[in-house]
């Protein structure tokens, strides 16, 4: 609303459509009354502070001037002659529609355009444009595309340039302190251009714990290399604790790689990288490795041998071989084969169909199985249960105890017992060749000696053959024939007698005693005949 302080209206570029709605406005102006009093005149109009409208009385009732919109209907469409549209129309001022959209396509220079996509004309680049209708022909046409026109200004560190105009990244500042004359720059630490020189920060592989690229001479890898002394390029990465080292070798001796997992603490071996494949599977070399087709050969020949999970097999076993251990109690484990008791049960079963065993077939109609029980003993069964028979030779055994009991005719174990016993058995065992073991009773014995000498309880008087005779000088001869007992008694004047006796053949000279005899001695011999 106008300042209400004015003196007399004022309108300069007067426009004739308007007049009427001034002359409207003008006579609201002049109907208007700061009062609210009921003898107001019926039309007057007055503006209601409290509501903050404009309102006329309508009888004994002010009534807003807004029908409930909130908007008065002044017509004041036209700005400087001008419509407002929201249409497409020309010499009219626009207006966004609902959607707060501009409507229609607006072109023609860039200070009126909304999207830079919407312009039908390429903007060269003196203009502030590209001089494309491409993206990739505007970065060629603005030398994007080719780092070589970067030809001028200086990319600070602090925007991850080198701070430097000649390209070199020998300055790049790095967050990790190097033990070197370039402590903190790029060429020293190896992380950017070429390999640093490692003898900087040592000669042992175990000091190389921040990330770079490092180069060795011979003379200069010298602890903890893979091959100390011969010379070649260390890279190492890693984060935190978890650190990688791998050398290449410059006289092609092989790639090796290891690591840390405690900032170089300690570190696994160096271990080599294969340098090629092989489909080969019987390769022994420790520098290939196999490819997809030797493991596809591998398996092919795995298929023809016996499964892990059991199976046939034809052929012999040859060269098993257990190790060397001096206790028993450890010895089973160590043989050439382990069998174990079935499903493993250790302790917590017994029973016959637990224990290992080997099994014997013969054309599939005889079997036979030696297996190990589970109070240490061996068993060795027929197919249907009943004990097997061993036939073995053990003559040559240093212990001929072939079996825990002999077993009789009867399928009876027998006992042989050393201990000596009293009396005369009824049963005594004998063979009349050799081969057939069977028994008699001894009283039905005849001892052919026995019936020759005649000397038994119903013997009358046996004579035996005599031969009595007395020389002198203390030497005799007996009879020719037979086995004497003989006896002799020396009798010497001068000294004691001695009595001698003995047994001999027939006609043997029966001397005297060493260092006994004289002209003055003399024996007396007596002799019997035992046998003839």
Not at 409 to 434: E, I, T, V
Not at 439 to 462: E, T
Request: hydrophobic fraction near 35%; proline fraction near 3%; charge should be positive.
């Amino acid at each position: 609303m106008a300042n209400p302080n004015f003196s007399a209206p004022a309108i300069s570029n007067k426009i004739a459509s308007d007049i009427n709605s001034i002359q409207g406005l003008a006579k609201l102006i002049a109907r208007m009354r700061g009062d609210l009093a009921d003898n107001a005149p019926e039309g007057t109009i007055i503006f209601n502070q409290s509501a903050m409208n404009f309102q006329m009385k309508s009888g004994t009732v002010w009534n807003a001037l807004d029908n409930g919109t909130g908007k008065y209907a002044f017509n004041v469409d036209r700005l400087d002659g001008f419509h407002a549209n929201a249409g497409i129309i020309a010499n009219s001022i626009v207006v966004r529609d609902s959607k707060g959209v501009i409507p229609g396509n607006i072109s023609g220079r860039a200070p009126n355009a909304t999207q830079a996509d919407k312009l039908t004309t390429v903007n060269p680049i003196a203009k502030g444009g590209t001089g494309a209708s491409t993206a990739a022909q505007a970065r060629a046409n603005l030398g994007t595309n080719n780092v070589g026109n970067l030809t001028a200004g200086v990319l600070p560190f602090a925007r991850g340039g080198t701070g430097r105009t000649d390209g070199s990244a020998n300055d790049v500042q790095t967050p990790d302190v190097a033990v070197d004359a370039n402590v903190t720059t790029a060429k020293g630490r190896g992380q950017l251009g070429g390999p640093a020189l490692g003898k900087r920060l040592g000669t042992d592989a175990n000091l190389f714990i921040a990330n770079g690229t490092y180069w060795f001479n011979n003379e200069h890898a010298v602890v903890n290399f893979p091959i100390n002394n011969v010379g070649g390029t260390l890279k190492v990465s890693g984060y935190s604790a978890y650190i990688n080292q791998e050398y290449f070798n410059h006289s092609n001796s092989g790639r090796y790689w290891r690591l840390t997992q405690n900032s170089g603490g300690t570190w696994t071996p160096w271990y080599r990288v294969p340098e090629g494949l092989t489909d080969n599977y019987t390769t022994n070399s420790s520098v290939v490795a196999a490819s997809a087709k030797a493991l596809m050969n591998l398996k092919a020949y795995a298929d023809t041998k016996l499964s892990l999970d059991g199976g046939s097999m034809n052929g012999m076993i040859g060269g098993l071989r257990g190790k060397y251990v001096s206790s028993w109690e450890s010895r089973c484990i160590n043989s050439g084969i382990f069998i174990r008791e079935n499903d493993l049960v250790g302790n917590a079963q017994s029973g016959i169909g637990y224990a290992p065993s080997i099994g014997f077939l013969w054309n599939e109609k005889a079997a036979g199985t030696l297996h190990l029980q589970s109070d240490g003993t061996f068993s060795f069964k027929k197919q249907y249960g009943e004990r097997a028979t061993v036939d073995c030779y053990a003559v040559a055994a240093d212990l001929a105890r072939t079996s825990q009991y002999l077993r009789n005719a009867g399928n009876q174990d027998m006992r042989f017992y050393w201990d000596g016993q009293a009396g005369q058995p009824q049963w005594l065992w004998g063979s009349n060749d050799g081969v057939n073991i069977k028994i008699w009773n001894p009283s039905n014995f005849s001892v052919n000696y026995a019936n020759s000498c005649n000397w038994a309880n119903n013997a009358g008087q046996a004579t035996p053959t005599i031969y009595a005779a007395w020389q002198s000088h203390g030497q005799a001869n007996l009879p020719a024939g037979g086995t004497w007992l003989w006896l002799k008694y020396a009798n010497y004047p001068d000294r004691s007698n001695f009595c001698y006796c003995g047994v001999a053949a027939g006609g043997s000279w029966i001397g005297d005693a060493s260092g006994i005899g004289g002209k003055t001695s003399g024996v007396s011999i007596c002799a019997f005949k035992i046998s003839q």
